[in-house]
Structures are given as C-alpha cells and as structure tokens.
C-alpha cells in the first residue's frame, strides 16, 4: 500500500447509455433488460498502443465505507472493453460516483503485470460519452483523489479504494470535479479548458503521463523504465543521471504505475524531480510537456476571473467554494467555485467593505470581513449580500487585520493600531468588555481560536498572547518563546499546537497548547521566506505562504520540511493560505492579482474553519 502522505482514440470507443443521462438502448440483442441499462464501451491504452488482456474494473463510492465493485471485464487484442450495468440497481443510484481501472495487460510487446491506469468517471447519471483509460487519465484521478485513494495488493492483483468520510460527500464530489478539470475522460487527454488557459498544469500533467507511459510500454515491474519511475517516485530519493536510476528514499517503493503516480502526488516537493522528469523523457507520447525538470511536481492552477484585485484573505465555505477579500479602497469579496469559475455576482461589495483584509465563516455560512481601512466589520450572507446593519463598528476598531469566530458563533477581531481585540456577538454588538487589552496585546495580526475556545493572537512586537473564552489573559501570556520575529500568520491543529509564522525570522514557530516551544522551533526549511499565512490540514502538516519568497511551504507536524528548499514556486507575493474538504491548497496573490491552487496537495480538510470544527475533524482515509 502507498502510505498518504494528444493522440486521440475516441473513434475506436462508444458510451451507450440509457435512462442514466443516455438515449433509448432499442430493442436489439443485449438490449432487452430495463430502460436503465447501461453499455459502457471503452479503450485503454499504453502510450499510443492499444493493451490487450487488461482487467478492467469499474467501481463505486460509499459514503463511510470502502468502495464496492460494480462490474469487470477483460480488453480484447485492439484494447477494447464493454461494462454492462445499471444506474438504479447494482447497489447505484445515478448519483453514485464512478471509477474505473484497468490492470496488466499487453501493450504490445508482452505482458506488463506492472500496468496499473484509470479513469474518473463521475456521476452515473451523467457520464461522459467516451471512456479511455490511459497515462494521462491516470495522473490526473491520482492528483484529484489523492486524500481519498489508497492502492493495495501486488500488481496485477490490486485493489484501488477511493473513500470518504460520510460527512464529506462534498469534498470527494468536488475531487471527481476536479479530475475532470484535468483530464477528460471521453479522450483520455488533457481538458480543453486546462489547455486554453491552465499550461503550467497541463505541461506537468503530460509530462508525468509521460514518466507513467515509459514504465507502461515495457513488460513490467524489472525493465529499467519502471525501476526509474518506481525508485524515483518516493520521497528523498537521489537521481543519478549516469545510470537513469534512483537511489536511498524513504517508504516504499511503488510496484505498479497508478501507486508511482500517487506516491508523486502525495510526495510532490520531496521526490527527486530529475529522476521522475528523466523517466518521462523515456517515452514522451504526450506533448506539449515539459523541457527541463520542475522545482516541484505540483498541479497548480492560477484564476484571476470574478474581479480578483489585490486579494489578501482567503477562506474554504462548506460547499467548497473559495472567498477572497480584495484589499483596495472600493473593497470587493471574490467567490470562486471549487473549480476556480468566479460564481455569479462576484466580485461582492457593499457593507461597508473598506480595504477590506481578513475574513472568517460562521456554522450559519455567513462571511465576515475585517475592513482595515473602514474601522469596520462587515458580514455578508451565503449569496454574497450585506446584512442587515452592516457595517458594524461598535467596540472601537482602529486597523481591524486579523478576524475568526469561535464555537458560540462570536466573532474575534485582531485591532492592530488599537493594540486590543475586539469581540462581537453573532449579531456584530460588542461583547461586554471588549475591547481587550491583556496579556501583552501589542500591533496584533493573526487570530485563531483553539477547541476549548481560547483565543491565539500574534503580536508585531514578537509574542504571542492567549486569551480566554471571556477575553481574560490566560497565565504565562504573553508568550515569547520559539524564535518568534515578527509573527504574523497563525493556526491551530488537532492536538491544540499552534503554529506561528515568523516574517521577518523567514521561520515557523511551533507552541503546544501550553504556550511551550515544540523541540526544534522555529523551523526553517521548505524555503521558508518572509512567510505571513498558515494553515494546517488534516493529518497535522503546516502550509505556509511565503509573501516575498512567491512560494508556499510544506511542513509536516514535526516542522520538517516536506517541499524543496526553494518552496513551492509559482505564486505572486501570497499573503493568505487555506485548504478544502478536496485536499485543495488555495493561496492569495496579491502581486499578481490572483488566486492559485494546488490540486490534492493536502489532506482533505473540513470547511469552514470554525472552532467547533477543528483540522483534525478531517477526512483522510
């Protein structure tokens, strides 16, 4: 098991479906059974050849449980294959979310027990017209699923499980969304869309599916194709050009291609990005592909639509959408879909939005907005509209930066000028004895609110201060511990350690719950430089972006670095940093007026951040 951490073949393939989103199946052979019959006819492919004898498998979700098979069959000798199944029986609805796999097989020079593809299918009742199984189809199911897939057994006799969490329906649909985004399945190619305007994503994408095809096209796991990708495709390993192999890594070495290609996923910044891009050279079917290695093997997608300017603040609703706060005069919110589509109405203004910096969700769903320049708090419904009363200004805001809201639905606000923090009831009045001053509140920035509802504020003046549920300094605070140097971002994971970004140290400080330095702090690997937002995922790992570094970091929950010493690069003066239910990174670019998004980098995470809804609540397998 791997641990979590253009040519086109649509004329050899058919999709007959009836009553699952098809036409009439008629009345001839092997199309007498119900109306809701499906005939699924399909292609897999190695590189520009055909694999025949492949066993093919089509599989589907289950909400809390692991996924079932619906129905296989074996490729004939041109790589062909038909499913026969329902969308209404067969334990489907056409709601069900679909995969399929095919391993082993000949891809024209003998049998490969290491072929390991598929394809993500989507919905039943909407599936596409075609279906090819091929590299690139491969590549992208294993970005898009990551946080959800585990493959288990020894090639050809493996069994691929993508699972979810039974709360987190929304996140693995919005995955399957994703590597639609990716790949079409109907050609097994790159999507049009991501070749009209997505060309870093889709360089990569080939080029991956390249390093897969080269392993494919041989006859298994001992040819030197597959050595290279397998031992190249682990964390830490060590390419030498001299003899196209790796060496040393950590974890297991992957046996099969769709595990190589999950073990890049996971591992992105860490696995030798010359050994993997030296295997794609092997057999470059796909083009347009890379020239030169990459500094890390990240799928990242950028969108600039929905009138994003300037944007500083980003945060994950429940539906998976991205908000972003555009930090100007005439200040605006951007709704982008989980797909990156700016949603109707977008950019949302009004409210007394006012260079507009931070903002957080309620359980309700309802964004608040720190407005630094309008002194102001502003809270929009789910449809982006002001609410009643809004502007709130109550409490004396002076500079509000920093904003999240606890598990009573009160909303805390860092008052950077007023050296204070405000706190306001869910109907934007102030709290009785707000605002508090305590526990050295100095230039605060950050805020995050722990599982027992303290408050964690980060001051410019090198400390942290902890405050209780009623505002109340709790004792020892102000921290000034770990190497803090002017603390900006800062989040909080499942155990109650707070992570803490140094701006000017180019560190991340770690505290436990009791204010202590973790063993190791401050951090500084990853390309840690000048770093302002922080967030952490579910399995406990630390995503930081870096505003003058144009990169984020990767740390795991010990604070070792688990992106390359250059950072992830690619992004324009982040500030703000935030992880979805899909396992999605999503950064603010200010200097490029932007938002880019790192597909299935993380562990899928639940939205919205509240306190009453902790990272560790997460979704990983």
Known sequence: MIPYRKTVWASSIFLFIAGCGGGNPGSGPGNAASPQAVLLRGHVHGGQSPVAS?????????????????????????????????????????SSLLYITSTGGNPGGGNNNALSEMTALGACGSLPAFANITEVTTVAAAYALSGFMTVSGTAPNLTVNIQASSSNSTGLSNAFNAAAILADPTTGQAAAALA????VAELRLNTLANSVAACVNTTGAASAQCRELFQCAVPSASFSSGFA?????????????????????????????AGVYDAATKNPVFSPALGAAPNDWTMQLSFTGGGIKNPFGIAIDASGDAWVTNYQSTGSVTELNPVGVAVTGSPFNGGGMDY???????????????????????????????????????????????????????????????????????????????????????YPQGIAIDASGNVWVTNNGNSVTELNASGAAVTGSPFIVGGLDVPFGIAIDASGDVWIANFSGRSVTGLDSGGAALAGSPFSGGGLDYPWGVAVDASGNV???????????????????????????????????????????????????????????????????????????????
């Open 543 to 621: 995503w930081v972006a870096n505003s003058v570094g144009n990169s984020i970091t990767e740390l795991d929950s010990s604070g070792a670095p688990l992106s390359p010493s250059t950072g992830i690069t690619g992004l324009g003066y982040p500030h703000s940093i935030a992880i979805d239910a899909s396992g999605n990174v999503w950064a603010a670019n200010s200097s490029t007026s932007s938002v880019t998004e790192l597909i299935g980098a993380a562990a899928p995470t639940r939205t919205p951040l509240v306190a009453t809804i902790s990272p560790g609540q997460g979704f990983a397998p």
């Open 196 to 199: 009209a305007s997505q060309s």
């Open 54 to 94: 492949s066993a093919v498998t089509l599989y589907t979700v289950n909400p809390g449980a692991a996924a079932t098979v619906v129905t296989t069959a074996v490729t004939d000798g041109a790589g062909n294959f038909n499913l026969n199944f329902t969308c209404s029986s067969d334990g489907l609805s056409n």
């Open 245 to 273: 192999s790796c060496s040393g890594g950590t974890g297991a070495v992957p046996g099969d291609t769709l595990s190589a290609a999950l073990s890049v996923a996971h591992n992105a910044g860490i696995v030798s990005m």
């Open 356 to 442: 507009a910096r931070s903002l957080a969700f309620d359980a309700s769903g309802n964004v608040w907005v720190a407005n630094f320049g309008g002194q102001s708090v502003t809270e929009l419904d789910s449809s982006g509209a002001p609410v009643s009363g809004a502007p709130f200004t109550s409490g004396g805001f002076n500079k509000p930066i920093g904003i999240a809201i606890d598990a009573s639905g009160d909303v805390w606000v860092a008052n950077e000028f007023g050296n204070s923090v405000i706190e306001l009831d869910s109907s934007g009045a102030a709290v009785s004895g707000s605002p508090f001053k305590g526990g050295g509140v100095h």
